[in-house]
């Protein structure tokens, strides 16, 4: 018969300890975003909780604890049995020293759950089931599996209005918040993304600057795109500056151009990309929630909005655009921010760089006002610091692309942007004389005709494969346009690429497909049916 | 200026290869059903190929060729320079030899991501797109993101009846099939599962055979519950066998109770449980395609289904059961399976154990006619059984029940079942003196009355945390059922253990709530609202 210890539910708990200790030990693998913690499968702790590999586990130390995914070790070389190894990612967040003591139990589920399993079920979520989802996402407590679940239970129309407005407010509330000098309005300018080369922001700072209004521009790294607006700046200048010294910076010139990862703006849509970017998912909702809730943690209290619109854009046709827009200008409006939202030509890429040193040449190639300068860079630039400068109460609706232009073309805006470069600790770049990759192949036309399309997406995959944006002199340099007419064998872009291996990689992808349509002339019109403001 | 190397869209292609090789090392880690691989950081190739941590790379060796997840190694002494670690799953798969030439590259996303993406964006999905999902899946083609991504955007009602029958179909296609010796009906049961101690398959099995209709069962182990019937029959006798061991043992016996896992007869859904059990997902739609195409891969040609209702069953109203019953009889229908779902009384646990021995113990006192056999078990079984034998054309419509109960009464039933028992090799199990786990604690009532509700998920996780399946000793033995009358500080239900820090978790959670309500006693009348058939 069995031998029963006697334990009633009202009696004193044994005093054997329900989580053992372990010793941590680093163990030099990057698993990136994702928490991996390592256990000998002939560990004691391993059978008497019945862990078993992918387990999620909460692992604890010096009152600090963490959730992560459990590799069940077989070869004793690698840890000893009462070691507990800790992945990179794993051993930052813990912050012990090797050989410390930890715990490790069986996570519990995440509090908000219940939540996220009510949304997979399509009902409706309050601001406090939000919260909670995000608070949680925030604390690496979501598996990937969870955020992915997350992710595609709240993709495109599953989410209402007041819901991406409870998530937005979700965002922002675990998020830090900047707070900028001088109490009057912080202006920004921000594009949804997918056109490359559209490096408008860098021209929109120092012409807005110049005028003497305030726009700390804090920006992303390139995720899929072949350079984000930090990773070009970051030819220039150092983007990785102290909140306090960008403060200054700011004081004197009233802008600058900064990398905005360090300052944990929006933590939660750092981890929600995690899933995000291979799923390739970018939902309405999340779209709106995800830059709404940056540009209020970066202390923005007026923003204009480029969606661009194009059969390669993110955004393609002009019904979706409009509800886009619509859908930012309730929650902005709800979160007191105030907003301008413009739909742009997005049929192709703005500039001829694509890539980190060609797109910052193609920048000073406008600020210097060099006769080669891309004209529809120029022209997309002034467009939108004219909106941006109309926040202005004291300009008239309408003078502001005038003002922006009267900015560029008298030099003040190279003049603010030298002394920008200058306060983040100037490259000494050579827009004359870029750095570019030393490897070229130039894609050249099939047929004798005119441009009549350039896919978005295809040259920024071209431009990846070259390099781009780790490799900041590698990407692709158009020489053609839309309308261009070009003749049978002439060149239409040159790919760049540090290596060998790499200008193969974007080569292969190019002569399967170059990303040019030519055709009749004819064909190469406007905007047409896509018809944006400009 | 820039070096052309003169290469041309129309060029050879130069010699140097695109994935060159690396050496393959077995790293004894067990990621479970991830594919993982290592790279050092300063490894050549990840600087050429731009790999990052969590990159999905494609793993090839002699012809054969597997998708993996990278990890990037920092620590020398993990791996060589050149070196591409393996974890146990991915060296099981790939099945090289230490040292073997291995080459890695960027994973080309799967095949049916355009599908994928489809049915995220809420769209119907046509046969073709179904099965071409279904074989990335079976391939391992997916990442655990992509899994969830499909699991979540095919949940609940987001598949209508025709998109089930092609999951079902896909399914099937990318199993094996068993094919049983005689030209007959092949019969089985099925319940959906989440009621604790519903062993009937033990009792139907000997029952159905001795009448002499084939019946050759094959079931899974537990994933979320504390027993299935395959752990349960492995208390009684050897379940691991060889495919023709039990074409065997079904010709001379008729039926067997077997592990369906050996068989790969749904690899795609062992591959989905991988995410849809941390999600806890199991919506009507993945229900009927994973069960139906394990019957069909099964070659069973008529199927009784049990889908148990009550408050803490998978089911929880009789307009969701009968829904859920409407779509397998649709799906089954089209694929030419005879079928006939039964909606049974769930609101408790079945029989009083809970984990395999316990339940064998019930199985074994029913067959034998023990006085204290479960009277419910016993009669849930042979009203299941009956509609089984009712598949028999020479059987009149009604006349099952008491067929069964002869079979059950006569000692027929119990007689086959020591011939399967010995045919699949017996563990000597005595029923009368079961292997329990030794150390016990009582659970006792706060109130004098009746119970009135068992909550079965709450009894499910008591026996996990009390070590079952995996301690097959171990899990609940409940003293009273729904109905009964109990006075304060009696005993509901005893806790098996065989370790002490098993029966403390396992106390710990119920403490907080028994999972047992004690009330009026004329609240613990029948079904009332649930009213199934029996």
């Given at each position: 018969m069995p031998t029963s210890t006697a334990l009633t539910a009202a009696g004193a708990a044994p005093p054997e300890p329900l989580a053992p200790n372990l010793q941590a030990r680093r163990i030099g693998i990057d698993t990136y975003r994702e928490n991996v913690v390592y256990l000998r499968r002939d560990c004691p702790l391993v059978r008497a909780e019945g862990f078993q590999a992918l387990a999620k586990v909460e692992v604890a130390s010096n009152g600090r604890a963490i959730l992560a995914v459990l590799n069940v070790v077989d070869d004793a070389r690698m840890l000893g049995e009462c070691e507990l190894g800790l992945s990179e990612e794993t051993w930052a967040q813990l912050a012990v020293a090797d050989g410390a003591p930890v715990t490790v139990r069986h996570a519990e589920p995440p509090p908000s759950m219940w939540a996220l399993k009510r949304k997979i079920a399509g009902e409706r979520l309050g601001a406090d089931e939000f919260a909670a989802i995000v608070r949680d996402i925030t604390a690496h407590r979501y598996s990937k599996i969870e955020l992915a679940a997350f992710v595609v239970a709240t993709d495109q129309f599953a989410l209402d209005r007041d819901e991406v407005l409870y998530l937005t407010q979700a965002m922002v509330d675990v998020g830090q918040r900047l707070e900028w000098p001088q109490q009057q309005p912080v202006v920004d300018k921000h594009c949804i993304g997918g056109?490359?080369?559209?490096?408008t922001s860098m021209l929109i700072v120092p012409i807005v600057a110049a005028h003497g209004m305030l726009i700390p521009k804090t920006s992303s790294r390139a995720i899929t795109s072949p350079a984000g607006t930090a990773d070009t700046m970051d030819c220039l200048a150092e983007v990785e500056l102290p909140f306090e010294r960008l403060r200054e910076i700011v004081r004197e010139h009233h802008g600058c151009l900064a990398w905005g990862g360090r300052a944990a703006l929006s933590p939660a849509d750092d981890v929600l990309i995690s899933v995000e970017r291979p799923l390739s998912i970018d939902s309405p909702g999340q779209m709106v929630a995800s830059i709404l809730s940056k540009k209020i943690a970066a202390g923005s209290t007026h923003l204009v909005l480029d969606i661009p619109l194009g059969p390669?854009?993110?955004?393609?046709s002009m019904v979706q655009a409009q509800r886009l827009k619509k859908l930012f200008e309730y929650v902005a409006r709800h979160v007191g921010m105030t907003l301008d939202v413009v739909i742009t030509d997005g049929r192709q890429p703005v500039g001829c760089g694509i890539g980190p040193a060609l797109e910052a040449r193609d920048v000073m190639q406008v600020l210097h006002g060099d006769p080669g300068a891309p004209a529809d860079l120029r022209n997309k630039a002034l467009r939108l610091a004219g909106r941006v400068l109309e926040f202005d109460p004291d300009l008239r609706g309408g003078d502001g692309f005038a003002l922006a232009r009267d900015i560029l073309d008298s030099g003040r805006a190279r003049i603010t942007m030298a002394a920008i470069i200058e306060a983040q600790g100037t490259r000494g770049f050579d827009w004359r004389d870029p750095p570019l990759a030393a490897m070229t192949h130039e894609v050249t036309s099939s047929a004798t005709g005119a441009v009549t399309a350039i896919d978005c997406e295809r040259l920024s995959r071209i431009a990846r494969l070259a390099g781009a944006p780790k490799a900041a002199g590698a990407g692709v340099d158009l020489l053609h346009k839309i309308g261009d007419p070009v003749a049978s064998g002439e060149p239409l872009y040159r790919i760049y690429a540090e290596t060998m291996a790499e200008l193969q990689f974007a080569r292969e992808v190019a002569t399967r497909a170059s990303g040019f349509r030519v055709g009749d002339a004819s064909d190469a019109g406007a905007a047409g049916e896509f018809a944006p403001e400009f």
């Open positions: 056109i490359p080369g559209n490096r390669s854009a993110k955004v393609r």
